[in-house]
């Protein structure tokens, strides 16, 4: 997120090797591995290198977001520092809340759930990805992401999507502009993320319709 890459089997290795190289510390935040739709499932770079990654996952994709549980495996020796500066931050995650995600891990739940979601993402996303090869112009690019929640697309350089999203939420449809996720300010105006999860074929279709007339406006 927000460009809907996947690291490949042997760029993984590269990264431990690497980490194991410069005795380097690295986060890998993985909330979407699970929501896979394509390819084989590739293994997290921490259990390629375990002594030398701190890696966060989340229950908010996969069972509810609502719920604020989300969990972090880490090297020995910095785990208590962990916990020190997460009481520092919040005193403590609900325990009622972490009870009820346990008891879907320990009750096999989330095995049964995932494929229900995933068959319920996959035709969300390829009807978004059908309806913007047919509706957008020619002049933006997006990839094809093997799981995840959504489509990153790139305009022409020098194309304001802020202004496009401007336009499009007087139509009812909104996508967040790229530029919120560049740590440059200025950087990524040409850029914005959709999300293909949240409605169903027909209103995605539409919306993509709608969207594609804005930009074809817009980016004339
Ligand atoms: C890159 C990334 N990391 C982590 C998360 C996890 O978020 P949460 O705070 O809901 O666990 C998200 C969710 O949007 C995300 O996109």
Redesign the pocket.
């Known amino acids: ?1 927000p460009t809907g890459r996947t690291l490949t089997l042997q760029r993984r290795h590269q990264v431990a090797e690497l980490l194991k190289k410069y005795n380097t510390l690295l986060v890998e ?1 993985d ?1 979407y591995s699970a929501l896979r739709f394509s390819g084989e499932p590739l293994p997290p770079i921490c259990s390629l290198a375990p002594e030398l990654v701190v890696y966060a996952g ?1 229950f ?1 994709k996969v069972l509810a ?1 609502g719920l604020r549980v ?1 969990f972090c495996t880490a090297p020995e020796v910095i785990q208590k520092w962990l916990v020190m500066a997460k009481q520092g931050v919040d005193l403590h995650t609900s325990t009622f809340n972490q009870a009820l995600a346990a008891e879907y891990l320990a009750g096999g739940h989330l095995q049964a759930q995932l494929p229900k979601i995933i068959a319920l993402y996959r035709p969300r996303q390829q009807a978004m990805l059908a309806a913007m090869r047919k509706r957008f112009p020619d002049c933006l690019h997006w990839a094809e992401p093997a799981g995840g929640m959504f489509i990153w697309v790139e305009g022409p350089p020098g194309s304001d999507m802020e202004a496009v999203y401007h336009q499009a939420v007087k139509e009812h449809v909104a996508f967040v502009p790229g530029q919120f996720f560049y740590a440059r300010p200025g950087g990524g105006r040409h850029t914005l993320r959709l999300n293909f999860t949240v409605v169903d074929e027909p209103t995605i279709e539409r919306a993509i319709g709608l969207l594609g007339d804005i930009l074809a406006r817009e980016l004339a």
């Open positions: 997120n935040d909330p989340t908010s977001p989300g």
